[in-house]
């Protein structure tokens, strides 16, 4: 509501304005038109990212190569020169029974998260290993961290760190994980990075 309501009360104050307003200059009519468009569109990114979540189908769990998958979503993301990629994955190191598709965005979630919690650089880690019938795989940053009373709420849907976020991110990512019957799971410290633990079942 918080999230919907600010750009709301926006929209009707520049409209208020343009219905009130006694010969006002052009240059004021654009800069509230141009306002108003700029609120719509986050109530808009809002709604469908709660929409997204809503729909999320159930996930078709079949084998996935979760290296294959990590090294396709960081290809994809812009991540700067100042931040070095580590992978860390073993020979033999099990499939997991995923949905790829689910699983990318997650993971690509998690990774944009990491770059951007280090603005002036710093290493991404991306690390698995097999733990009986579960992978586990960490990301791993070196960025600003998170205080103990944020890092209970990161999964809560509209509960954001950053000055321009929504707030779904991370909330889309467990409920991803949760349907590809995997958990998630962070520690973090203030100023020194943070860690995210998923864990999936492993192809038997």
Do not use: C, W
């Not at 189908?57 to 931040?83: H, Q």
Request: hydrophobic residues 40%; negative net charge.
């Amino acid at each position: 509501a918080h999230e919907i309501r600010n750009p709301l009360n926006a929209v009707k104050t520049s409209a208020y304005f343009l219905l009130n307003a006694k010969n006002p200059s052009p240059e004021k009519v654009k800069e509230h038109l141009e306002r108003i468009d700029r609120q719509v569109s986050i109530v808009d990114n809002v709604i469908t990212e709660l929409s997204d979540v809503a729909k999320l189908p159930e996930a078709k769990l079949v084998p996935v190569s979760i290296e294959t998958l990590v090294r396709d979503v960081v290809s994809s993301i812009n991540i700067s020169r100042d931040i070095q990629k580590v992978f860390s994955f073993p020979d033999e190191l099990p499939n997991v029974m995923a949905d790829g598709h689910q699983l990318s965005i997650a993971l690509r979630n998690l990774i944009r998260n990491a770059r951007d919690d280090m603005p002036d650089g710093g290493t991404l880690a991306v690390e698995a290993k097999a733990d009986g019938e579960h992978v586990l795989l960490s990301v791993v940053d070196t960025g600003i961290g998170l205080a103990k009373d944020e890092l209970g709420l990161i999964t809560e849907p509209l509960f954001t760190t950053k000055a321009r976020g929504m707030g779904l991110g991370l909330s889309i990512t467990n409920v991803i994980i949760e349907k590809n019957q995997g958990s998630l799971n962070a520690e973090s410290e203030l100023g020194k990075g943070s860690r995210f633990h998923v864990t999936l079942k492993a192809e038997t």
